[in-house]
Structures are given as C-alpha cells and as structure tokens.
C-alpha cells in the first residue's frame, strides 16, 4: 500500500509540474479569496462557477488560494496560529477548503479540465451555503452537505494540524504574490495581475476571460466578445508559478490518508 502512494506522489507531481499541449492552450486562473468574503462568495458563486460548468470550461486552468488577508504565526514546526478577516470561523472555513483541494481525488484534476470537477463544486456548496457571520459550527454543517462521501476525511484534515500546514502554505503563496492581499477577491489571468481585469471579473468574469488573446479566437468566445470591449489594462504584477506549491500539499495529503 506505502508503495503505491508514493507511486501516486511521484505521478502527481510530474503531473502538476509538466505542462502538456493541452494545458498549454488553457488561461490560467488564479484566485486569492478567503471563506466568509460576501464578494469572494458572490464572484465564485455566480461567476466562476457558472464558468466552469459552461462550454468555456477545458480552456481553464484553475488555482484557488483561500487564505485571503489571514496572518500566520508559526510557533513551531507543527503548532501554527493564524488570524483571519472574519475570524477564526473563516480560519477554520479556510482550513476545509485547503483539505478539499488536496485530498479531494489527490488533487487530480477531471479528465479533460485544468481543476477537479468535485471539488470546485464543493467549494461553491459551501461557500453559497455561508455568510460573513457564520460559525465553525455552521460550516462544519455545510461541509457535511456538500461532500457527503468526504466530508470525514475534510473535517479530519481540518481539525488535524495538517490543515494548518496547508493553510500555512496558502499562506505563503498569497504573501508571495501581494503581502499584504490588496483586495479580496483577487483574480489573476495567466499569471498577470491586473488590477482593472481583476475587479471586472468580479461582475462579468465571462467577457473578461474570453477578452484575452490565448481565448477571443475561441468560437464560444466570439458572440460574446461581440458588443463589449477588451477588459484589459496596463497595469500589470507577475505572480509565482503554483504547481511546485500545489505539489507540495498533495505529497503531504497523500502522507495524511496513509495514517488514516
């Protein structure tokens, strides 16, 4: 059995790290949110999701980042204490949600999509189902709801301190990319941010994903491009690659079910 997970890990992470030509022709989408942000939940809930059931939905990679404007104390190498915009429900929401996206498949994505089908639903579940007022109790309720078949292996993760290492990491990426995060949410295209693009994604994600170059040649992109302008601006911030990160969390999921 130990021999097989880490022959997943090993997989896993040429996986995640490669870049195929499939991937290749995908935008890449990354977003910095955090769990009880009513303007995350209403960009991903009504934009993005929608998005990614959509014809759209091969042409994106995805990176969600839910650690938003948290602050990390590391008081050793296992005991972390974090500090979190709504709290520490949204600290404990943030925890479920880094779980999810690496022990949900292992962190694979769907066939033929750059994210996991299960998992950006279970986000969107849960993120719907909350609010900025929300308790741990409540969201530990949700996450009962929207993943019935994980929601043990979710809340043990969660209430595990690999969920603070996770979020540790998240963590890391997001001070990486803007220390501190700027806005919530943040929404990064094709490793470019900027911050004009970022806030009209918040009300039309559609028409600005289907405004960049790698896209407008789409054939389901073109009646929408038909009577808007392109959404972009010169306002630009590179941001790290995540896939080394990313890799990173899975090898230390695949360690956590190998205990349970």
């Given at each position: 059995?130990?021999?097989?997970?880490?022959f997943v890990?090993?997989?896993q992470?040429?996986?995640?790290?490669?870049?195929?030509?499939?991937?290749?022709?995908?935008?890449?989408?990354?977003?910095?949110?955090?769990?009880?942000?009513?303007?995350?939940?209403?960009?991903?809930?009504?934009?993005?999701?929608?998005?990614?059931?959509s014809?759209?939905?091969?042409?994106?990679?995805?990176?969600?980042?839910?650690?938003?404007?948290?602050?990390?104390?590391?008081?050793?190498?296992?005991?972390?204490?974090?500090?979190?915009?709504?709290?520490?429900?949204?600290?404990?929401?943030?925890?479920?949600?880094?779980?999810?996206?690496?022990?949900?498949?292992?962190?694979?994505?769907?066939?033929?999509?750059?994210?996991?089908r299960?998992?950006?639903?279970?986000?969107?579940?849960?993120?719907?189902?909350?609010?900025?007022?929300?308790?741990?109790?409540?969201?530990?309720?949700?996450?009962?709801?929207?993943?019935?078949?994980?929601?043990?292996?979710?809340?043990?993760?969660?209430?595990?301190?690999?969920?603070?290492?996770?979020?540790?990491h998240?963590?890391?990426?997001?001070?990486?990319?803007?220390?501190?995060?700027r806005?919530?949410?943040?929404?990064?295209?094709?490793?470019?941010?900027?911050?004009?693009?970022?806030?009209?994604?918040?009300?039309?994600?559609?028409?600005?994903?289907?405004?960049?170059?790698?896209?407008?040649?789409?054939?389901?992109?073109?009646?929408?491009?038909?009577?808007?302008?392109?959404?972009?601006?010169?306002?630009?911030?590179?941001?790290?690659?995540?896939?080394?990160?990313?890799?990173?969390?899975?090898?230390i999921?695949?360690?956590?079910?190998?205990?349970?």
């Amino acid at each position: 059995m130990f021999g097989f997970y880490v022959f997943v890990t090993v997989v896993q992470v040429l996986t995640l790290s490669g870049v195929t030509n499939a991937q290749s022709e995908r935008l890449n989408v990354t977003v910095y949110y955090e769990t009880l942000c009513p303007f995350a939940k209403k960009f991903i809930v009504e934009q993005l999701h929608p998005l990614l059931h959509s014809d759209l939905s091969p042409y994106i990679e995805l990176e969600l980042i839910p650690y938003g404007k948290a602050k990390t104390e590391k008081k050793n190498d296992t005991h972390f204490e974090f500090t979190c915009h709504h709290k520490a429900a949204e600290c404990y929401g943030n925890k479920i949600q880094a779980c999810a996206l690496v022990l949900i498949d292992l962190g694979a994505k769907t066939e033929n999509l750059g994210f996991n089908r299960e998992t950006v639903d279970f986000i969107a579940c849960l993120m719907k189902d909350l609010t900025q007022n929300s308790t741990i109790d409540e969201i530990k309720i949700a996450t009962e709801k929207c993943s019935p078949s994980k929601k043990d292996t979710i809340l043990s993760c969660a209430d595990d301190k690999l969920g603070s290492q996770y979020l540790d990491h998240l963590g890391k990426l997001t001070d990486h990319f803007q220390n501190p995060l700027r806005n919530v949410p943040t929404i990064v295209l094709d490793g470019v941010f900027r911050k004009k693009q970022s806030d009209l994604s918040e009300k039309d994600f559609r028409t600005v994903f289907c405004s960049k170059p790698k896209t407008k040649v789409l054939t389901e992109c073109q009646k929408v491009l038909e009577t808007v302008e392109d959404a972009s601006d010169s306002a630009i911030q590179p941001i790290p690659n995540l896939s080394l990160g990313l890799a990173t969390l899975l090898s230390i999921g695949l360690r956590f079910l190998y205990r349970h």
